[in-house]
């Protein structure tokens, strides 16, 4: 027997809208269910010291036009309006610096897509390219749509440490290990500063019980680091004078610029 399709008419406004119901917890006033998860599982339960609606960023500043706007009053008419553009700013849900074991810290930001909003997408990405410039590879954005991609979010978080030190772990392990590479590639590591990226490379060496020589080149001149001639009494002639810590070292050893692109 064959089932009598439904033709009832549903009202949506929003497919990606879920549990958009304002509530009330502790105090704080969640515009979703899924946010009051997000705060009772992140916060309560795993310890992440969450702040809600806290970070207030102006995306656009406003500026009083020299030119002029007609546009409809309070009486519905066609009027010169002289008040200045509003600025558009944009508070995440959830915002916190995440610092682990290995003293890398983290800017997180979580958005519990709980309620339609027009605007949302061009403020993400205004935000996005703004977070970018300031924290660059520091900054994490999590935008997740039910209590499982929540929990997989903060995995994630969990794991930073790990999946930053296995991605340098392996670019040195790769080239460290390979007699042809050693000789014709020297790993370059950009980033921003607390990175940890020093950490990770002293504890490499040490992992591999070889010899490290550290030279951090904006505290140096070239000189330093090629030798320089000097006068020899004895011979009457310029000799040239190697840089201590250049020397004895031998294959294996690891020879390592620290902020390289800050160096003279």
């Known amino acids: 027997m064959r089932r009598k399709l439904s033709t009832a008419k549903r009202t949506v406004t929003n497919t990606k809208v879920r549990n958009a119901q304002k509530v009330t917890y502790k105090g704080i006033k969640f515009q979703s269910k899924l946010e009051v998860y997000c705060y009772r599982y992140g916060k309560e339960e795993l310890g992440y010291p969450l702040e809600y609606e806290s970070f ?19 009486s519905k008419h066609i009027a010169l309006d002289t008040t200045k553009l509003r600025d558009i700013t944009y508070s995440p849900d ?12 983290y800017f997180i930001v979580i ?34 749509h039910n209590q499982l991609q929540i929990r997989e979010c903060f995995e994630i978080i969990k794991n930073l440490l790990k999946l930053h030190v296995k991605r340098i772990y392996e670019v040195l392990e790769g080239v460290y290990n390979n007699d ?3 000789k014709t590639i020297v790993p370059l590591f950009i980033g921003n500063p607390g990175g ?12 591999k019980k070889v010899k490290i020589v550290e030279l951090i080149t904006f505290q140096m001149s070239p000189f330093e680091i090629s030798g320089i001639a000097m006068p020899n009494k004895t011979t ?5 004078y190697n840089f201590d810590k250049l020397e004895n070292l031998v294959d294996g050893d690891i020879l390592f610029f620290d902020e390289l692109l800050n160096g003279n």
Do not use: W
Request: net charge positive; aromatic share 16%; glycine share 8%.
């Open 180 to 182: 042809s590479l050693r």
């Open 94 to 105: 959830f915002t916190f610096v995440h610092r682990t074991k290995g003293g890398l810290e």
């Open 196 to 207: 940890g990226k020093t950490a990770i490379i002293n504890q490499f060496a040490e992992d």
């Open 56 to 74: 207030k960023t102006t995306l656009f500043v406003g500026p009083r036009l020299d030119g002029y706007l007609y546009q409809p009053n309070k």
């Open 111 to 144: 958005e519990c897509k709980g309620r339609a909003n027009d605007s949302y997408p061009l403020k993400k990405k205004m935000f996005l390219a703004l977070m970018n410039r300031k924290y660059g590879q520091n900054f994490y954005f999590f935008e997740p």
């Open 236 to 240: 009457k002639k310029m000799t040239y």
